[in-house]
């Protein structure tokens, strides 16, 4: 009898159980309950800053191609592209300048640790398609050329400075003798307009060899915290280029944790308005990834409830160019980190290494910059949410619910010549301080609608300020005080 009840307890317990796998195979990518996805997202969410690198065999010509500048701006990972190289004229003038030091990486880790960046994010591989891995699906790769695995040297530097860790990896492929480039009238390629050199492809070859190397990428390096895919144009997108969702869950297959973005596509439900860097929407359905990636753009009014992602290079190229100059100022790279965080966004700092790894003098003072800044600040980025200001003219704010109650950091940009800041909100304030300053003074008393803070007259740090304000309850901020309308 005994057998019999369990018989059956058990055959009603797998019809169950079968249904309930149909059921999460039918939704698909979108089983997910929100409660798993914000236990993913939660990480990154806290995070707030990672680094990214650029580095690939474009490194090594620096911006240079027949010794004469490409150009002084703009990207110079896209040096073959410029040029209009076909692979292999490019390979026979890049692999020879292509030569990483032992434990190249480790500057790296070490410089986004200091800067207090959490995760690192490197080029697997970069449109010009040389994988930086030891790749058996390929020949054009750091394993077959050097004889080295940069991705394991990579992922070993990262971890031993415990960051998280992910790979960029490009869809697009300038190599492959496969990719069809004439699917798209978009996403360029140094052939574009030309003939196959060798005849026919077919695109569906190039699909089987992407989805091998993303699996490699993933297989052999352990956990992977972050997949960023680049890229997609609205003629050539998501399934019909990539087989994107089989390659999204493909790689979640193999890392349950894994964030991905959203740049296998190129339509509005995945986060995007237009092919330009700035045509992100304010939306994404979280099928096509998990964050919206702005790029070298800072949306103007936040994202609210999303997650997004500012990516952005020190000077204005990627890959590393000895023709650029144009090194943004700690200033402006510190209050771009502000800003991103008071609308809610993570920032994704990018470096470009030069062939043997190491980094410009310019590179490294700015992540200590930051770093500096963080160590005495990093409370008003990590582990906040955005401003709940719709507007504050001297500056940022950014916000943390804890246990013991609210604190609502204020980072000013303008100090007040006065001393006196104005806050455009009602709050219980328990405490007040400066973090560059703890012993200095800071009053406050609520006059009327808005909350007077009076401040030391000169401000501790020229760039931002942090305020710190523990509220006994939750602000009643102004809404009415509203960004100025623009010119
Ligand atoms: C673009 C560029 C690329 C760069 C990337 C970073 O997609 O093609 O060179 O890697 O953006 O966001």
Same mark, same amino acid.
């Given at each position: 009898?005994? =057998?019999?009840?369990?018989?059956?307890?058990?055959?009603?317990?797998?019809?169950?159980?079968?249904?309930?796998?149909?059921?999460?195979?039918?939704?698909?990518?979108?089983?997910?309950?929100?409660?798993?996805?914000?236990?993913?997202?939660?990480?990154?969410?806290?995070?707030?800053?990672?680094?990214?690198?650029?580095?690939?065999?474009?490194?090594?010509?620096?911006?240079?191609?027949?010794?004469?500048?490409?150009?002084?701006?703009?990207?110079?990972?896209?040096? /073959?592209?410029?040029?209009?190289?076909?692979?292999?004229?490019?390979?026979?003038?890049?692999?020879?300048?292509?030569?990483?030091?032992?434990?190249?990486?480790?500057?790296?880790?070490?410089?986004?640790?200091?800067?207090?960046?959490?995760?690192?994010?490197?080029?697997?591989?970069?449109?010009?398609?040389?994988?930086?891995?030891?790749?058996?699906?390929?020949?054009?790769?750091?394993?077959?050329?050097?004889?080295?695995?940069?991705?394991?040297?990579?992922?070993?530097?990262?971890?031993?400075?415990?960051?998280?860790?992910?790979?960029?990896?490009?869809?697009?492929?300038?190599?492959?003798? /496969?990719?069809?480039?004439?699917?798209?009238?978009?996403?360029?390629?140094?052939?574009?307009?030309?003939?196959?050199?060798?005849?026919?492809?077919?695109?569906?070859?190039?699909?089987?060899?992407?989805?091998?190397?993303?699996?490699?990428?993933?297989?052999?390096?352990?956990?992977?915290?972050?997949?960023?895919?680049?890229?997609?144009?609205?003629?050539?997108?998501?399934?019909?280029?990539?087989?994107?969702?089989?390659?999204?869950?493909?790689?979640?297959?193999?890392?349950?944790?894994?964030?991905?973005?959203?740049?296998?596509?190129?339509?509005?439900?995945?986060?995007?308005?237009?092919?330009?860097?700035?045509?992100?929407?304010?939306?994404?359905?979280?099928?096509?990834?998990?964050?919206?990636?702005?790029?070298?753009?800072?949306?103007?009014?936040?994202?609210?409830?999303?997650?997004?992602?500012?990516?952005? =290079?020190?000077?204005?190229?990627?890959?590393?160019?000895?023709?650029?100059?144009?090194?943004?100022?700690?200033?402006?790279?510190?209050?771009?980190?502000?800003?991103?965080?008071?609308?809610?966004?993570?920032?994704?700092?990018?470096? %470009?290494?030069?062939?043997? %790894?190491?980094?410009?003098?310019?590179?490294?003072?700015?992540?200590?910059?930051?770093?500096?800044?963080?160590?005495?600040?990093?409370?008003?980025?990590?582990?906040?949410?955005?401003?709940?200001?719709?507007?504050?003219?001297? %500056?940022?704010?950014?916000?943390?619910?804890?246990? /013991?109650?609210?604190?609502?950091?204020?980072?000013?940009?303008?100090?007040?010549?006065?001393?006196?800041?104005?806050?455009?909100?009602?709050?219980?304030?328990?405490?007040?301080?400066?973090?560059?300053?703890?012993?200095?003074?800071?009053?406050?008393?609520?006059?009327?609608?808005? =909350?007077?803070?009076?401040?030391?007259? =000169?401000?501790?740090?020229?760039?931002?300020?942090?305020?710190?304000?523990?509220?006994?309850?939750?602000?009643?901020?102004?809404?009415?005080?509203?960004?100025?309308?623009?010119?």
């Amino acid at each position: 009898m005994r =057998t019999t009840a369990s018989f059956i307890r058990l055959t009603v317990a797998l019809a169950l159980l079968c249904g309930a796998t149909s059921a999460m195979k039918t939704l698909g990518q979108t089983a997910e309950s929100k409660e798993a996805r914000n236990e993913r997202m939660r990480w990154w969410r806290e995070a707030r800053f990672g680094m990214f690198v650029h580095w690939g065999l474009y490194s090594g010509l620096a911006g240079t191609w027949n010794d004469k500048p490409v150009g002084t701006k703009g990207g110079m990972e896209w040096i /073959q592209f410029y040029v209009k190289a076909d692979t292999d004229t490019y390979a026979q003038k890049a692999v020879p300048l292509f030569k990483p030091a032992p434990g190249f990486a480790k500057e790296w880790a070490k410089l986004a640790k200091m800067a207090g960046c959490k995760y690192i994010v490197l080029t697997s591989k970069h449109h010009d398609g040389f994988a930086l891995h030891n790749s058996t699906v390929s020949e054009f790769d750091a394993g077959s050329v050097l004889g080295r695995d940069l991705l394991k040297e990579f992922t070993d530097a990262a971890r031993a400075e415990g960051l998280r860790i992910g790979f960029y990896h490009s869809v697009i492929d300038w190599h492959h003798d /496969q990719y069809e480039y004439a699917l798209s009238k978009q996403l360029c390629h140094p052939l574009q307009g030309k003939p196959y050199p060798n005849g026919k492809r077919d695109h569906a070859d190039y699909l089987k060899f992407l989805h091998a190397q993303a699996d490699e990428l993933v297989s052999n390096y352990g956990p992977i915290d972050i997949l960023w895919w680049d890229y997609s144009s609205q003629d050539f997108e998501g399934d019909a280029a990539w087989r994107a969702f089989d390659l999204m869950a493909a790689v979640r297959a193999k890392q349950p944790g894994i964030i991905m973005n959203n740049r296998l596509f190129r339509n509005e439900a995945a986060g995007w308005k237009s092919m330009g860097t700035d045509g992100f929407a304010l939306s994404i359905d979280n099928k096509y990834g998990d964050f919206i990636t702005p790029e070298q753009h800072i949306p103007a009014t936040g994202m609210p409830g999303l997650d997004f992602e500012v990516c952005m =290079t020190l000077n204005t190229t990627w890959g590393y160019s000895a023709h650029d100059h144009a090194w943004k100022s700690d200033e402006t790279l510190i209050r771009n980190l502000v800003d991103i965080a008071s609308k809610g966004g993570n920032y994704l700092l990018n470096i %470009g290494p030069k062939a043997d %790894g190491s980094v410009t003098p310019e590179t490294v003072n700015a992540f200590r910059a930051i770093g500096e800044w963080m160590k005495v600040n990093g409370e008003s980025i990590y582990e906040t949410t955005a401003s709940p200001f719709p507007y504050l003219a001297w %500056g940022r704010s950014t916000m943390r619910k804890g246990e /013991q109650g609210i604190t609502l950091y204020l980072q000013v940009f303008d100090w007040p010549a006065d001393g006196i800041l104005k806050v455009p909100m009602q709050a219980e304030i328990a405490a007040a301080r400066l973090l560059a300053a703890p012993d200095a003074n800071v009053t406050f008393e609520t006059a009327s609608a808005h =909350t007077v803070l009076r401040l030391p007259s =000169t401000a501790p740090d020229k760039i931002a300020t942090v305020v710190r304000l523990d509220l006994k309850s939750a602000p009643e901020v102004d809404m009415s005080v509203k960004p100025p309308a623009a010119k």
